[in-house]
């Protein structure tokens, strides 16, 4: 059982260096794909800065270091806030975890052979956004760990999944005509809408699965209700056969993913 108390503190901290992550990772994406040519007129979606001519690649070099720094320092503040200076050994891995979470935000797409171009994206979202996003901020909390944080830990990391199949699914004829061999450009568009119902499928049977073990009131069931705009976004995107038609599908599905985190939080804060 969790146990721990709710420090604001560490709250904050936790998600402006989560933001700060995404922030870095959307800067470097827009640089890699933009100077590999897979950002162009062609590509459906808001237009990206480096695509769109609004920044030049330079500019948007120094946007990547200052996400960088700005970043590691929100993640050095929230490791000193969490363990103090006694912890040494919670600080390494801590460290350790920030800065392989900015390698894998920059090497998405960035760089010789990234793992974005060979259909790893997938793997590392739900390592990091998942795994790792959710286990290790449980323990910023509460300083042990309970194995049932597992279930929660891989339903974010489906759902972070799901959000960047999407993605691939909306993208597949340009990134196909570009090498970038996503997932989704590998197994083939119908294959690749099956794959999105499994991960999201896989999402909602392991918070139910965490609710089974840990939340004895029904009544902090409530969040599975949030489902309900995901089981309409996959029945969308079961009628949908031209991958341009899910672009708007994108902000829904992050939405949902973002609403029942939130909702989840508000559960195990108030009933575990």
Same mark, same amino acid.
């Given at each position: 059982m969790m146990q721990g108390h709710f420090d604001p503190i560490v709250f904050v901290l936790a998600l402006l260096t989560t933001i700060g992550f995404q922030v870095t990772s959307n800067f *470097?994406?827009? /640089?890699?794909?933009?100077?590999k040519g897979t950002d162009n007129e062609d590509r459906i979606g %808001?237009?990206? *800065? &480096?695509?769109?001519?609004l920044l030049a690649p330079s500019s948007l070099k120094?946007?990547?270091?200052?996400?960088?720094?700005?970043?590691?320092?929100?993640?050095?503040?929230?490791? /000193?806030?969490?363990?103090?200076?006694?912890?040494?050994?919670?600080i390494l891995v801590?460290?350790?975890?920030?800065? &392989?979470?900015i390698w894998a935000a920059i090497r998405y797409t960035m760089g010789a052979n990234p793992y974005? /171009?060979?259909?790893?994206?997938?793997?590392?979202?739900?390592l990091f956004f998942g795994l790792l996003g959710v286990l290790g901020s449980m323990f910023l909390f509460t300083k042990s760990m309970d194995w049932a944080t597992l279930f929660p830990a891989m339903s974010i990391g489906f759902l972070c999944v799901?959000?960047?199949n999407l993605n691939n699914l909306r993208d597949v004829v340009s990134d196909r005509k570009h090498g970038k061999n996503t997932?989704?450009? @590998?197994?083939?568009?119908?294959?690749?809408k099956l794959y999105h119902y499994i991960v999201l499928t896989l999402a909602f049977l392991g918070f139910l699965t965490f609710s089974w073990l840990r939340i004895e009131s029904l009544s902090a069931w409530f969040y599975l209700l949030a489902f309900i705009?995901?089981?309409?976004?996959?029945? @969308?995107?079961?009628?949908?056969?031209? %991958?341009?038609?899910?672009?708007?599908?994108?902000?829904?599905? *992050?939405?949902?993913?973002?609403?029942?985190?939130? &909702?989840? &939080?508000?559960?195990?804060?108030f009933f575990l």
């Open positions: *470097a994406n827009d /640089y890699g794909d933009g100077v %808001p237009a990206r *800065a &480096l695509q769109s001519g120094k946007g990547i270091i200052v996400s960088i720094i700005l970043s590691l320092i929100l993640a050095f503040a929230l490791i /000193y806030v969490s363990f103090g200076k006694e912890n040494l050994k919670y801590f460290t350790a975890f920030g800065v &392989l979470s974005g /171009y060979q259909g790893l994206g997938d793997v590392f979202v739900f799901g959000v960047l997932l989704v450009v @590998k197994m083939g568009y119908k294959n690749g705009p995901v089981l309409i976004h996959l029945i @969308k995107v079961i009628r949908t056969r031209d %991958p341009a038609e899910l672009d708007g599908e994108l902000k829904k599905l *992050a939405l949902s993913t973002f609403l029942l985190s939130l &909702l989840f &939080l508000t559960a195990v804060k």
